[in-house]
């Protein structure tokens, strides 16, 4: 077997698709070359996988030239012919799913020709299902741009219509277009810089950012009442919640808009504002105060009403998503609402990893729950499959032998903890300046406790103002205030 283009876009087609294309090649509007079409056919036999020890090239070139001495170029350019029709295949089976640029590009067609009057029509059909769409994500503006701009082309043979409300609908178009997909670029660029360390000298994104005056900006739009400024606020407040992380008002603007226009979103829109939301108090303001693990919790549960995970049809529950919520609820002591968010999603994650989800949320269900044994016996039947995994069952492991004043286990484990992370190198820093930190505070604790002496206060003020996101914050900072 070869490496070909040809043969790896074939590989991209369904069985369905790979019949169409037989007929496609066969058919002379589209190919008048026999010798592509016999390729193709010793080609097909083995699909899917194209991975028969007989798909090589010279076997190949006797199926399309039997009795002719073997000629590179000759089967080179064969392949180069069968590869440009699967490429116009291809673009034609997107074309036809898409009904929008179907009927745009004919109307573009009888504005070249002349014929303005059918052109008018479908542009003015396609608008008005634009606006059906009622719908406020970048691409709903760009088409709505490209159509309104193409209206225009149709208007200018006529020189006495007045094209004012075109223009301004054009200009109204363009400019939300930019707005909305700006502010996700420049997104973009700021988590590339956190997780890349990407930070280019000049950044034309944040030159502009910093010269333009985006909040009188908005505030000009809501004084006249302008339909879309809640949702440019939005897209503000979203940039705005990652740079200037210790701001609440970001963040408290955003959920009002986002509970009162989520309708204006897409799905991949809602995930988007419940990404921001969830990041911005996970990030910095629940470090600021305990009452935005709450803030977050109104959060996860409206956007889970909303039912956007899985993300998309036929996928599965992000795991870390899972995980995220359903502790935010633990973290909040919403029992009921963590079991029955347990019930309904967990059919959701994906099949090799619910048994194991379930035996790790019943462990911390029956640990707030202050069932210790069960808790142990769950946590026994957790398969250790990651590093993050492994470090937060010990945790949950010393949790439940300090409640059940398991002192000797508690010791013994914070050792073999200690070990454990000396012996594994590769895992990321980030996460080893968070364990260190739990470790740290758990190990006062349980020294504080065995020798019975108070906590040392600086400790306690440590652990209160450590913003590295340590695991079981709260737990770890409720033992400190009882040893004070």
Request: net charge positive; glycine share 2%.
């Amino acid at each position: 077997m070869f490496s070909n283009i040809a043969i790896d876009l074939l590989k991209t087609l369904s069985k369905e698709e790979l019949k169409k294309f037989d007929v496609f090649l066969n058919s002379p509007y589209f190919n008048t070359n026999a010798a592509v079409v016999r390729l193709f056919n010793a080609i097909k036999k083995h699909a899917p996988d194209f991975i028969d020890k007989s798909l090589t090239r010279e076997k190949l070139f006797t199926k399309v030239y039997p009795g002719k001495d073997y000629s590179e170029l000759s089967l080179r350019t064969r392949l180069s012919e069968l590869t440009d029709l699967l490429r116009k295949f291809i673009s034609i089976q997107y074309f036809e799913q898409d009904d929008f640029y179907k009927k745009f590009y004919f109307a573009r067609e009888m504005n070249k020709r002349e014929k303005y009057k059918i052109a008018e029509k479908f542009l003015l059909e396609l608008l008005d299902e634009n606006k059906k769409r009622n719908n406020v994500d970048p691409p709903v503006f760009f088409e709505k741009s490209e159509l309104v701009n193409e209206l225009m082309t149709t208007y200018r043979g006529d020189a006495n219509r007045d094209t004012s409300e075109r223009n301004m609908e054009l200009g109204d178009a363009l400019l939300n277009y930019f707005y909305s997909y700006f502010f996700q670029i420049a997104n973009d660029m700021l988590y590339n810089e956190a997780i890349f360390k990407h930070k280019p000298e000049f950044n034309i994104i944040e030159e502009f950012i910093n010269a333009f005056d985006f909040q009188n900006f908005l505030m000009r739009l809501k004084k006249h009442n302008y339909e879309n400024q809640p949702i440019m606020e939005m897209y503000y407040r979203m940039y705005m919640s990652r740079i200037d992380k210790n701001n609440p008002e970001h963040f408290k603007i955003l959920k009002e808009l986002s509970f009162e226009h989520y309708r204006k979103f897409d799905k991949i829109g809602l995930f988007n504002l419940w990404v921001f939301l969830s990041n911005a108090i996970n990030g910095s303001l629940q470090y600021i105060d305990s009452k935005y693990n709450y803030e977050l919790f109104e959060v996860n549960k409206f956007f889970v009403g909303l039912k956007i995970f899985p993300l998309y049809p036929g996928s599965y529950f992000f795991q870390s998503f899972f995980d995220n919520i359903f502790t935010n609820m633990i973290t909040c002591k919403e029992i009921d609402f963590a079991e029955k968010f347990l019930e309904e999603y967990l059919h959701l994650l994906q099949p090799e990893m619910r048994e194991n989800s379930e035996m790790y949320c019943k462990a911390i269900l029956e640990l707030n729950k202050k069932n210790y044994d069960a808790s142990l016996n769950y946590l026994s039947k957790v398969k250790l499959t990651d590093t993050v995994l492994k470090i937060r069952v010990r945790l949950y492991y010393f949790i439940n032998y300090y409640e059940t004043e398991s002192f000797e286990a508690c010791l013994s484990l914070m050792d073999s903890f200690k070990h454990f992370l000396k012996s594994n190198k590769k895992i990321p820093e980030y996460l080893i300046e968070r364990v260190n930190s739990t470790l740290k505070y758990c190990s006062s604790i349980i020294n504080a406790r065995i020798n019975n002496k108070k906590l040392d206060y600086a400790i306690y003020k440590e652990a209160n103002g450590n913003k590295t996101g340590y695991w079981s914050r709260e737990w770890i900072i409720k033992k400190m205030g009882e040893l004070i």
